[in-house]
C-alpha cells in the first residue's frame, strides 16, 4: 500500500540530519509523487522506504503535467546528472542536481556533515531510475 500526501512543504525541514536517513540505502524502493505544493502549484517529491522525502523538483511548474515531465525526465536521467553539495544559508549541507545548466532537482532535508549529503545525493543518484509512482508521461 502506497502513502498518499496531498499537501507538501515545498521548504524543507531545517532539522539537521546527523547520520544516514533509514530507508536511503542501495536497493530500496523509492516513489515519485506528482502533486500541489501548500500554495497550489504542481511540483513533484521523490520518498524513500521510509516515506521519508528525499528529494524535490525545486521549483514548481505551470501544469500538473510540466511536473510529471519533469519527474519522469529526472527518473531517466538521476544516473547521468551532475550532482553537487553545497552549504545553504543557515551553514546546512544540502545536495542539488544538474542537466546541462539546469537544476533538475534538490535534496528533500539539510545535512549536519557533507559526507552525509553526499550520501543523500549518491543514493538519489542510484535508486531513483528504478522508483515508483510515475504513469507513462
Known amino acids: 500500500m502506497s502513502l498518499r500526501v496531498h499537501v507538501h512543504d515545498i521548504t524543507p525541514s531545517r532539522a539537521r540530519a546527523t547520520s544516514r536517513m533509514p530507508g536511503m540505502r542501495k536497493g530500496i524502493v523509492m516513489r515519485f509523487h506528482v502533486g500541489d505544493d501548500q500554495g497550489g502549484k504542481p511540483s513533484w517529491w521523490l520518498y524513500g522506504g521510509n516515506n521519508e522525502q528525499v528529494a524535490w523538483a525545486g521549483e514548481t511548474f505551470a501544469s500538473r503535467y510540466n511536473a510529471e515531465r519533469a519527474a519522469s525526465a529526472f527518473k531517466a536521467g538521476a544516473k547521468t546528472a551532475r550532482y553537487d553539495i553545497y552549504l545553504d544559508a543557515s551553514g546546512a549541507y544540502r545536495w542539488r542536481a544538474w542537466r546541462s ?20 545525493a549518491d543514493n538519489v543518484r542510484d535508486n531513483a531510475g528504478n522508483a515508483g509512482g510515475l504513469a507513462a508521461v
Open 101 to 120: 545548466s539546469d537544476k533538475v532537482a534538490a535534496s528533500g532535508q539539510s545535512f549536519s556533515s557533507k559526507s552525509s549529503a553526499q550520501s543523500a
